[in-house]
């Protein structure tokens, strides 16, 4: 029996559709890299349908770090929203590096072209997108939205200094994990970094970020903050990109007390200083009336003279006073025994021994000479 042209086209299309659909499981899929790294992650088998389980080994990773491994359609362009987050894995890697773990295969929440998405959780960014078609979930083309960031965490670091106690300007870095939730890259991107205080208005600065930022990627901005001199007090730091806040951080900024200390040393040297020198003209210019006075005396003073009209005065010298002199003895008169009785000297006897020390009782013998013997005789008649 003969086979006609017509059903012998047939069959050659069929064999050429079954070829074409065999082709992705048949030919081993080259694993993928990440950018500028030389982490790969392989998926074996290289496709397969929900309800099957695919081994996923990854190389090249950095050593002993957390590594989560999800199912993601759309090319995971919009992050893990795009992802299976309920079946992914999350793991550690050896020391050499390397990891190898089992990942159940389901429906993504969004539909393919679907990939194995292997990245970091701490220490470097590191991301691998692995194609992996899922059998029986239809592929829709990727439609192109322009890179989107999202904060992830936000901080602000830094301390003063010696400088900063005294008033000068404080610095700060504001640090922000930052995602790019779109499908295009972002490259160079430019911050506007906004400080507001208090009621005043909100001092903008720009910032631009050398790099790339992946889609489905994150990456950590560090901005530099410059404050005014003589900043203190709470702040409120804000981000943006785009138009868009990004994030609102606060910070307090501490006092410069060497400012007020040297405004109070000022308020109190600078009178003192004036009144010393003050002190220091007037004393140079008031006219001296003696311009050399004897080193004895004490300055020349002014006084009105006894009777004088009012502004006649005189010049005197204060003379230093006059040492105190002892008081001199003053010689009693002599008094007769008989007009003063009792008051007198009492004379001795001539056996009564030498002659008495006291110079009065001298002085009366001498004058009445033998008033003894007549007294002696007087008394014993």
Same mark, same amino acid.
């Given at each position: 029996?003969?086979?006609?042209?017509?059903?012998?086209?047939?069959?050659?299309?069929?064999?050429?559709?079954?070829?074409?659909?065999?082709?992705?499981?048949?030919?081993?899929?080259?694993?993928?890299?990440?950018?500028? @790294?030389?982490?790969?992650?392989?998926?074996?088998?290289?496709?397969?349908?929900?309800?099957?389980?695919?081994?996923?080994?990854?190389?090249?990773?950095?050593?002993?770090?957390?590594?989560?491994?999800?199912?993601?359609?759309?090319? &995971?362009?919009?992050?893990?929203?795009?992802?299976?987050?309920?079946?992914?894995?999350?793991?550690?890697?050896?020391?050499?590096?390397?990891?190898?773990?089992?990942?159940?295969?389901?429906?993504?929440?969004?539909?393919?072209?679907?990939?194995?998405?292997?990245?970091?959780?701490?220490?470097?960014?590191?991301?691998?997108?692995?194609?992996?078609?899922?059998?029986?979930?239809?592929?829709?083309?990727?439609?192109?939205?322009?890179?989107?960031?999202?904060?992830?965490?936000?901080? #602000?670091?830094?301390?003063?200094?010696?400088?900063?106690?005294?008033?000068?300007?404080?610095?700060?870095?504001?640090? &922000?994990?930052?995602?790019?939730?779109?499908?295009? &890259? #972002?490259?160079?991107?430019?911050?506007?970094?906004?400080?507001?205080?208090?009621?005043?208005?909100?001092?903008?600065? !720009?910032?631009?970020?050398?790099?790339?930022?992946?889609?489905?990627?994150?990456? !950590? #901005? =560090?901005?530099?903050? +410059?404050?005014?001199?003589?900043?203190?007090?709470?702040?409120?730091?804000?981000?943006?990109?785009?138009?868009? !806040?990004? @994030?609102?951080?606060?910070?307090?900024?501490?006092?410069?007390?060497?400012?007020?200390?040297?405004?109070?040393?000022?308020?109190?040297?600078?009178?003192?200083?004036?009144?010393?020198?003050?002190? &220091?003209?007037?004393?140079?210019?008031?006219? +001296?009336? +003696?311009?050399?006075?004897?080193?004895?005396?004490?300055?020349?003073?002014?006084?009105?003279?006894?009777?004088?009209?009012?502004?006649?005065?005189?010049?005197?010298?204060?003379?230093?006073?006059?040492?105190?002199?002892?008081?001199?003895?003053?010689?009693?008169?002599?008094?007769?025994?008989?007009?003063?009785?009792?008051?007198?000297?009492?004379?001795?006897?001539? +056996? =009564?021994?030498?002659?008495?020390?006291?110079?009065?009782?001298? @002085?009366?013998?001498?004058?009445?000479?033998?008033?003894?013997?007549?007294?002696?005789?007087? #008394?014993?008649?």
């Amino acid at each position: 029996m003969t086979v006609g042209p017509l059903p012998r086209l047939a069959a050659l299309l069929a064999g050429a559709l079954l070829l074409a659909l065999a082709l992705p499981v048949l030919l081993p899929q080259a694993p993928a890299r990440a950018a500028g @790294t030389g982490a790969t992650a392989k998926a074996t088998p290289g496709t397969a349908a929900p309800g099957a389980t695919a081994t996923i080994l990854g190389t090249g990773w950095p050593v002993n770090t957390p590594v989560t491994v999800l199912l993601c359609g759309q090319n &995971a362009v919009n992050g893990t929203d795009s992802c299976a987050n309920a079946t992914g894995r999350a793991l550690t890697t050896s020391a050499g590096g390397g990891f190898a773990v089992q990942l159940a295969v389901v429906k993504p929440p969004q539909p393919c072209p679907c990939v194995i998405h292997a990245t970091t959780v701490t220490g470097a960014n590191v991301t691998v997108d692995t194609p992996f078609p899922v059998i029986g979930v239809a592929s829709v083309p990727i439609k192109q939205t322009p890179g989107t960031m999202l904060p992830l965490t936000a901080s #602000i670091s830094g301390g003063g200094s010696l400088m900063t106690w005294f008033g000068a300007p404080p610095h700060r870095t504001f640090k &922000a994990m930052i995602a790019n939730v779109g499908n295009s &890259a #972002i490259t160079d991107p430019v911050f506007r970094m906004g400080t507001s205080h208090s009621v005043y208005s909100t001092d903008w600065q !720009e910032y631009q970020w050398s790099g790339v930022i992946a889609p489905g990627g994150r990456q !950590e #901005i =560090d901005v530099p903050l +410059d404050f005014a001199a003589g900043a203190h007090g709470g702040y409120s730091v804000e981000l943006d990109y785009g138009g868009t !806040e990004l @994030t609102v951080q606060q910070v307090r900024l501490p006092q410069p007390w060497g400012v007020t200390l040297f405004w109070l040393l000022l308020c109190v040297v600078v009178p003192v200083g004036l009144f010393r020198t003050g002190l &220091a003209v007037v004393d140079r210019v008031r006219p +001296d009336p +003696d311009p050399a006075p004897a080193p004895f005396l004490g300055r020349a003073r002014r006084r009105a003279a006894p009777g004088a009209a009012p502004g006649r005065e005189y010049d005197t010298l204060a003379l230093p006073p006059m040492p105190a002199h002892p008081p001199r003895a003053v010689p009693l008169a002599p008094t007769l025994p008989w007009f003063a009785p009792g008051s007198g000297p009492v004379l001795p006897k001539a +056996d =009564d021994g030498p002659a008495p020390a006291d110079p009065l009782v001298r @002085t009366a013998q001498a004058r009445t000479p033998g008033s003894s013997t007549l007294l002696d005789k007087g #008394i014993d008649a």
